[in-house]
Every structure is written in structure tokens, then in C-alpha cells.
Nanobody, 117 residues
């Protein structure tokens, strides 16, 4: 297992959650990484990414609300999500940044985020 996602849950609209992407093999330290999400009946989409140098990119729908970060010592990628909206409801995954790398880790189970209105 390259990555293990955790931290999801059920929150009310306006609430916050912090997701974690742990990497027991520490491979995340060698790649630009991203958080992705897949809502029911929709395709998986990129939400945020972070380069090896720490530069970040966000999809417009989460700008100003989500923050991606990493702790190289812990080989962990985080996604701080504030002011959550019902449309943020999805399974969240982490993997290599598709804009930078062709290689993708085997997708993990992800972590479910459910936002109630």
C-alpha cells in the first residue's frame, strides 16, 4: 500500500474536516501529490495538488476554502477543508499529481466526506 487516506466523516454545511494521506513507504516525498474526489455518478476530479517544492494548485470550486499541505518528516499529505458545502460530498483520494506524473499509485479506498445541508 502506497497511501492510506483518513479523516473523513459527516459534518454540517459550514463545518470543517482535515484529511490525511499517510505513506508508510514514504513514496509521497518523491512525487508531486494531489487530492482527488469522486461524487456518486460523477467522474473523479482533481481538487488540489502540491509540488515537491510546496507550490499548490486548487480547482476553482474549493479555492479559499481548502488548503493542501505536506509534512515530509511524516510522509503525509493533508487537506484542510473549511466552510464545507453539500456539493463537497464525495470519496476523497490522494495520489500523484496527474499534471506532473504519468505514474499513478494503486488507488486506495479513499475516505468518505459527507456534508449535510
Amino acid at each position: 500500500v502506497d497511501v492510506v487516506e483518513s479523516g473523513g466523516g459527516l459534518v454540517q454545511s459550514g463545518g470543517s474536516l482535515t484529511l490525511s494521506c499517510a505513506s508508510p513507504s514514504r513514496v509521497v516525498n518523491f512525487y508531486a501529490m494531489g487530492w482527488y474526489r469522486q461524487a456518486p455518478g460523477k467522474e473523479r476530479e482533481s481538487v488540489a495538488s502540491i509540488s515537491r517544492e510546496g507550490a499548490t494548485i486548487y480547482v476553482d470550486s474549493v479555492k479559499g476554502r481548502f488548503t493542501i499541505s505536506k509534512d515530509s518528516a511524516k510522509a503525509t499529505i493533508y487537506l484542510q477543508m473549511n466552510n464545507l458545502k453539500p456539493e463537497d460530498t464525495a470519496i476523497y483520494y490522494c495520489n500523484t499529481d496527474a499534471r506532473v506524473h504519468n505514474q499513478r499509485f494503486i488507488w486506495g479506498q479513499g475516505t468518505q466526506v459527507t456534508v449535510s445541508s
